[in-house]
């Protein structure tokens, strides 16, 4: 592998969400990580909240910042992630010419189709498995995600 290859990799992960990321040829083997800031995200600490029994640290940590903390905390408790099957290119819509598939505000419900993900070459639909509103869009149109990474916030049906 040459120095260019490697300066393209380095692009390429800094632009995603891949925390490190190994190759090994017959030359040897080239290892690069991200830095620790950019794989922690805003977004994802809610959702780790949403399947966590987050409450207590949510509580000792509203003391700290008595503003911020108890606005964001009850609508993040109720949330739930609709997270990534796969890794590949996370899309918005079917084809360029096509609607989009959920904005916010947009009604849910199993089966119902939220984006695709391409997969070496394969479109695959994603579908809710829940019932309820998007509140929040996670990632960019035509970006890479991960496997198990959140992709939209939505507010349970009541």
């Known amino acids: 592998m040459d120095l260019k290859q490697i300066h393209e990799l380095i692009k390429i ?6 925390g490190e990321i190994s190759i090994e040829d017959k030359d040897g083997k080239v290892t690069i990580k991200q830095k620790e800031e950019p794989v922690v995200t805003v977004a994802a600490a809610p959702s780790h909240q949403v399947y966590t029994t987050a409450p207590a640290p949510v509580a000792a940590s509203a003391p700290a910042a008595p503003a911020a903390e108890p606005a964001v905390a009850p609508k993040a408790d109720n949330l739930i992630t ?3 099957p796969m890794i590949g290119t996370f899309y918005r819509r079917p084809s360029p010419d096509k609607p989009i598939f959920a904005e916010i505000g947009t009604e849910v419900a ?3 189709v939220v984006c695709i993900i391409e997969a070496m070459k394969l479109f695959n639909e994603i579908e809710s498995e829940v019932s309820g509103t998007i509140v929040k869009i996670l990632v960019d149109d035509a970006s890479p995600v991960e496997y198990d990474q959140p992709l939209f916030l939505v507010e349970p049906a009541k």
């Open 110 to 112: 199993p089966g119902k």
């Open 82 to 84: 609709i997270k990534s």
């Open 13 to 18: 992960i800094n632009k995603s969400n891949i």
